[in-house]
């Protein structure tokens, strides 16, 4: 029987973007070398949330890029067929602060594969990583520098991100079996 339970609302989810844009300002210093770069499918939106959140609180605009990683995956066996997304990134990241952004961290692959990924757009100075949930089980020694809710999972769980309104309402959901 499987199990959906909402674990961030959509007035949760509001206040964990303005608390990852705050920590991301904080942290970058420089905000003319900042850049978003948000990882398909959901990271991209939530990038560009990140980026609205962003220029309300500092009055400064952030590029916001999309990455498609799918040919940099070493899982492509294994995973669906999938038409790539078209990457689009605004400018050279050579000597910019990049953030990577994505929903969900699991294994870190993904995460492995954006990093090879965005060195075909330049050499940044430094990257950082932000996501909206991390649910452990990794793989790789990778960790995220910005995290709006870490949540325990089992592996036969999922986690679903919902950044476009279903309902009328942005949520978060962990999708388990009882």
């Not at 679903?160 to 309402?169: I, S, T």
Request: with cysteine.
């Amino acid at each position: 029987m499987t199990k959906i339970v909402e674990i961030l609302s959509a007035e949760e989810l509001r206040r964990t973007v303005n608390r990852l844009a705050s920590q991301i300002v904080e942290k970058a210093g420089n905000l003319s070398d900042l850049v978003l770069v948000g990882i398909y499918t959901r990271g991209v939106p939530l990038a560009q949330l990140l980026a609205q959140q962003i220029e309300l609180l500092e009055q400064c605009q952030v590029p916001v890029g999309a990455l498609d990683i799918t040919f940099y995956r070493d899982d492509l066996e294994r995973v669906a067929m999938r038409t790539p997304a078209k990457t689009s990134i605004p400018i050279d990241l050579t000597g910019k602060t990049i953030v990577l952004v994505d929903d969900v961290i699991y294994s870190g692959r993904t995460i492995r594969a954006a990093l090879n990924a965005v060195n075909d757009y330049g050499r940044p100075e430094t990257i950082t990583l932000a996501v909206l949930v991390d649910r452990g089980h990794r793989q790789l020694p990778i960790h995220p520098d910005f995290i709006g809710k870490e949540l325990p999972t089992a592996r036969e769980e999922a986690v679903k991100v919902y950044l476009e309104a279903v309902d009328g309402q942005d949520r978060v959901e962990l999708i388990g079996h009882l």
